[in-house]
């Protein structure tokens, strides 16, 4: 017969999710309730209210699908991409080759431009690709690469899509409290995020945001949408405001739970001193690599502070080393994807996961695993300089 | 600023969720680690086996689709359909009428089989219309309408599929765990199910089981899925078996305890017993209704012990009855959907739910709220009835 389950305990600095606080747990273990219950609408509103908030946005169209990250971006692609219809499509790792898949499996064409991995999306070539293809329905970016820990430039590249008369479509996964999402400043028009990167939730829900652009789009479709879970005609009527709220699915109640906490616990601490906490554990992490003789990927100036991209040393095994940080310390960081296998380690520090505490542990850790593949370093050097800097 | 959001004191025998068991939300409420955590992939294999077990099949394709009922509906489509197919549709109830939806959002033409609400599909109608149309892709029906509390003859209409050369495609989200759902002897070819129901887990996983004809329909796909989140030739390098696990999104960790924790409870009761349990609190409620004068929608032999569609007598206001259950007894029952709205309550007693406690809480507090629209009725007959047919 099989046992109940008991996860090991983890610290929890890969690219998501990351560290859980026991606030939010506990609100996951709060009893269930109905889904059209009076007191379960009234937290729908106030989940809305403090995504508007997180987003900086007075969107109406504003929810939790119910599903991953990956299902928010479908959502966005399939409500507003007809088919036929052309988007063009930045791609600079791997989230962004994830859109392109999505255009394609819309019935639509992807321009794509293309910019090397770890390197953010040069905004020249989209404005080359926008004015190449008149009548383009959309751009489609990622802001916060989580496989290479790059930012690209969300505002300029709205506001490229609004010149050229086409919806922007963003990725803001690993960026929505982590670092600015402006989505009214910016005048974006569907910026989906995952509910397991800064906000430090569990993972399985993911924020969307639509502007009146986007809904007009959505209305003036002349097909289907053409999925009938994610069709925010629909969805929209179950997320309205007010007691009148037509069943479309059962909401997964206690994610839910786990959603508002969350961001009460954001607003809590306010958003941008978030943002502020995200950038200082990122220094303290980035001077204590340094002080080790590891360096990042991303060039400065692009870098995400929630996600560093850290180069594995020439010899270094890097696979053993993410095992035995696993196995000895419970620490758990994460791998490079596609064409970075093996050669970078990607190390959150997202939402709950961005503490003096995880800095500390994670530059010590790496200390000893790193010595045990030979590299000698001085002992403490990392977790020194990182104190430095968060003292200066 | 938003407080933390307290649910209120519920008693769920409504359509789902059905009530969550103690052992569930703790479960949910452990610390969560990641997707790829070798620990996490070994809980997965066992989520898998239980499921297998449950679903009476030894399908290797059998996972928890990360989204609630209307996720895995979809993603059976999906992955089995493609444009310009036909799918024989049986519609006796709402959620028949959204398989007919998936079907033409697949691009696909669904020839639709209607019967009355409240009555089974007539598989007599569906081989004429299996006939009619040769070459049909599928067989779409639901085994269980949680919109009427009808059972259809599941084996039956999967046997129909197989001599037509079609695959099956059923809904199993009601039944699984209550009634009997039997994959492998009824032949049945894509399984869908929900973890809110007879399972009792918190919502927004749907269990799915596809037959090896099933997969070999998907391999041989002219065009590819259309949609990316829910394209099982990818997910299922997710949740295939061994170590070697490709990354395709971020399962939703916390939930997938509470399944774990829901399918270990299952087969501890015995998956038997639990289905005794369930017909024996249907028998024993429904005495209790019978005792005060009410009487079911569905005709013996097709009701569903899970989910009892009561007809409201004449002259009662049945929201003002369902409001004051709530708000009196913490009480949810359900209300009637469509063309049943006004006419019925849906009264679940699924998974935690099927208790003689709550057989006996729901039948006072219907007596209560029937007195307070002038009902008048011997106090405690139906109790009383309960309980004698619970001790014959």
Redesign the interface.
């Known amino acids: ?10 610290i ?1 600095m ?1 690219p ?2 990351s ?2 606080h026991h ?1 939010v ?11 059209l ?1 009076p ?2 609408i009234g ?1 729908m509103d ?1 989940v809305k ?2 995504l508007q908030t997180a987003f900086f946005t007075g969107n109406a169209l504003t929810l939790a699908v ?6 928010g ?2 959502a966005c692609f ?1 409500n507003l991409i007809e088919p036929d219809e052309t988007v063009v499509v930045c791609v600079n790792g791997v989230f962004g080759g ?1 859109m392109k ?2 255009v ?3 019935g639509a064409k992807a321009v794509v431009v293309e910019d090397a991995w770890g390197t953010p999306v040069d905004p020249d070539k989209v404005e080359a690709a926008l004015k190449a293809n008149p009548g383009v329905k959309a751009l489609a970016f990622v802001h916060a690469e989580t496989s290479t820990g790059v930012e690209s430039d969300a505002r300029t590249l709205c506001e490229l899509a609004r010149e050229y008369g086409a919806l922007s479509i963003v990725d803001a996964v690993t960026s929505l409290g982590g670092i600015p999402v402006l989505v009214d400043p910016w005048g974006a028009d569907a910026v989906y995020s ?1 509910s ?1 990167k800064c906000l430090s939730c ?3 829900l993911s924020p969307v945001t639509f502007s009146d652009r986007a809904v007009e789009a959505l209305a003036a479709r002349k097909t ?6 994610l069709d925010f005609s629909l969805l929209t009527a179950y997320w309205g405001g007010g007691a009148k709220r037509a ?9 839910l ?2 959603l ?2 969350s ?2 616990m954001l ?2 601490e306010g958003i941008e001193q978030s943002w502020t906490r995200h950038t200082m554990m990122h220094r303290a992490l980035l001077a204590g690599l340094e002080a080790m003789g590891l360096g990042l990927l991303v060039a400065e100036g692009a870098r995400l502070p929630q996600l560093n991209a850290v180069l594995v040393p020439a010899g270094i095994d890097e696979a053993a080393a993410r095992t035995q940080l ?1 196995q000895k310390y419970g620490l ?1 960081i994460g791998a490079g ?1 596609g064409g970075l296998a093996g050669k970078v380690w990607r190390i959150g520090l997202m939402g709950q996961s961005a503490t003096p505490r995880h800095v500390a542990t994670c530059l010590d850790a790496l200390e000893d695993v790193l010595a045990a593949q030979g590299v000698k370093l001085p002992t403490g050097a990392g977790v020194a300089a990182a104190e430095r800097m968060l003292r200066d």
């Open positions: 017969m099989t046992q109940s389950f008991q996860p090991p305990k983890r929890l890969g998501g999710p560290d859980v606030r747990l506990e609100a996951m273990a709060r009893p269930t309730i109905g889904h219950d007191a379960f937290m106030q209210a403090m119910s599903g991953p990250g990956s299902a971006m479908e399939v994830r898949e999505n394609e499996r819309c995952g397991q569990t993972p399985g289907k949408v053409r999925s009938w879970f069943y479309h699915h059962t909401a997964p109640i206690n994610a739970y786990g508002h906490e961001l009460v607003h809590e696993l758990e994807l």
